[in-house]
T-cell receptor
């Protein structure tokens, strides 16, 4: 399978618990993005990784959110002390190269429900 | 916000008809891309139009770009039930900026 893979596909957690969401980008893709999509809404940018450069964290909504990308491949988005407003679909996307002429390839997302 | 805004929010047509969706944005762009999202899935790239292009075709898709009006349109000709999905425009400046999408329903 050559697509972007995200796990888990669904996650239900209790308010206050920490969660980790995983993204396996397409092999060889140097750029990786995390987005959040609330019901019926557009995509909210969270964070962007490009190669070995410092990530663009400008979209992270609070210090409860963090992400890392190990070895330039797999990425993990961590949400600490989850709140009900964190409930959304978290989408990961990768692209072949830096710059915006390379289309994004999306995974199917992780649907997070905070009860 | 640099975010694109799609119009209409929802569109329902009969199979075989054409569907037109519009996207407006606020700042200068490098290019504009259209994506499709089926329910419960991620977005799939459809077509990219560069800022110096005015029109582009791909199969049953036709995209236009008017940088003076900061707008783009996506036309799907001879629609099929399988075209039912949400369609998003993404403008690229320093980042990818997605709109809230147009929900298209094609009735068989």
């Amino acid at each position: 399978g050559a697509g972007v893979s995200q796990s888990p596909s669904n996650k239900v957690t209790e308010k206050g618990k920490d969660v980790e969401l995983r993204c396996d980008p397409i092999s060889g893709h140097t750029a990786l993005y995390w987005y959040r999509q609330s019901l019926g809404q557009g995509l909210e940018f969270l964070i962007y990784f490009q190669g070995n450069s410092a990530p663009d964290k400008s979209g992270l909504p609070s210090d409860r959110f963090s992400a890392e990308r190990t070895g330039g491949s797999v990425s993990t988005l961590t949400i600490q002390r989850t709140q009900q407003e964190d409930s959304a679909v978290y989408l990961c996307a990768s692209s072949l190269a830096e710059g915006y002429n390379s289309p994004l390839h999306f995974g199917n997302g992780t649907r997070l429900t905070v009860t | 916000s640099q975010q694109g805004e799609e119009d209409p929010q929802a569109l329902s047509i009969q199979e075989g008809e054409n569907a037109t969706m519009n996207c407006s944005y606020k700042t200068s762009i490098n290019n504009l891309q259209w994506y499709r999202q089926n329910s419960g899935r991620g977005l799939v790239h459809l077509i990219l139009i560069r800022s110096n292009e005015r029109e582009k075709h791909s199969g049953r898709l036709r995209v236009t770009l008017d940088t003076s009006k900061k707008s783009s349109s996506l036309l799907i000709t001879a629609s099929r039930a399988a075209d039912t999905a949400s369609y998003f425009c993404a403008t690229t400046g320093n980042q990818f900026y997605f709109g809230t999408g147009t929900s298209l329903t094609v009735i068989p």
